[in-house]
């Protein structure tokens, strides 16, 4: 099983829907980050946690809310999506030594 | 300017060694890395440098530093077929990597 596991990895929706994206992990790791993936940008951070009860903004966080359920879960949630939330979106988690990040294998969010 | 730059794309042939640049804006990072994207995949880490080495050198991997020109490269070493990919340059500031925005490498047989 992978140790960053995203769902779901691909999701179809409309203008104006409420969509959830879920991420959990079993490395046992404090950090979490949702990343978003768009040809030729690279990735922007969106929102990222260093511990259950800290939650903090990134780069592009407009439009968007993010949960930490627990030290293994982490949601990223569009309220109301809208066509240029259409992505490819990442959560990764980090260990404490060096910060490399751990990366799940991504989400394709398409928004009509 | 961007925090990090890198050039979009490189072509190189098989066999041949490929360089693959990366600048960046803030001196402040503890960490500097390069990740591999293949298709339909995330990220994965191939090397790191710490700020105060100037190389590091990994199998057919080599990464240079030149922190007075905020410059960081990655040298990959008879290339082949399996090295395509999207490279990325990322510093790390408190925890938090910002990346750059990759850098396709076309492998030519």
């Known amino acids: 099983d992978a140790d960053v596991t995203q769902t779901p990895r691909n999701r179809i929706t409309k203008t104006g829907k409420r969509i959830m994206l879920e991420c959990s992990q079993t490395?046992?790791?404090?950090?979490m980050y949702w990343y978003r993936q768009d040809p030729g940008l690279g990735l922007r951070l969106i929102y990222y946690s260093f511990d259950v009860k800290d939650i903090n903004k990134g780069e592009i966080s407009d439009g968007y809310s993010v949960s930490r359920q627990a030290q293994a879960k982490f949601s990223l949630s569009l309220e109301s999506a809208i066509p240029n939330q259409t992505a490819l979106y990442f959560c990764?988690?980090?260990?404490?030594?060096?910060?490399?990040?751990?990366f799940g294998e991504g989400s394709r969010l398409t928004v009509l | 300017g961007e925090d990090v730059e890198q050039s979009l794309f490189l072509s190189v042939r098989e066999g041949d060694s490929s360089v693959i640049n990366c600048t960046y804006t803030d001196s402040s990072s503890t960490y500097l890395y390069w990740y591999k994207q293949e298709p339909g995949a995330g990220l994965q880490l191939l090397t790191y440098i710490f700020s105060n080495m100037d190389m590091k050198q990994d199998q057919r991997l080599t990464v240079l530093l030149n922190k007075k020109d905020k410059h960081l490269s990655l040298r990959i070493a008879d290339t082949q077929t399996g090295d395509s990919a999207i490279y990325f340059c990322?510093?790390?500031?408190?925890?938090?990597?910002?990346f750059g925005r990759g850098t396709s490498l076309i492998v030519h047989p």
């Open positions: 990322a510093r790390e500031d408190s925890y938090i990597p910002t």
């Open positions: 990764a988690t980090s260990d404490s030594v060096v910060a490399e990040l751990f």
């Open positions: 490395k046992g790791h404090d950090r």
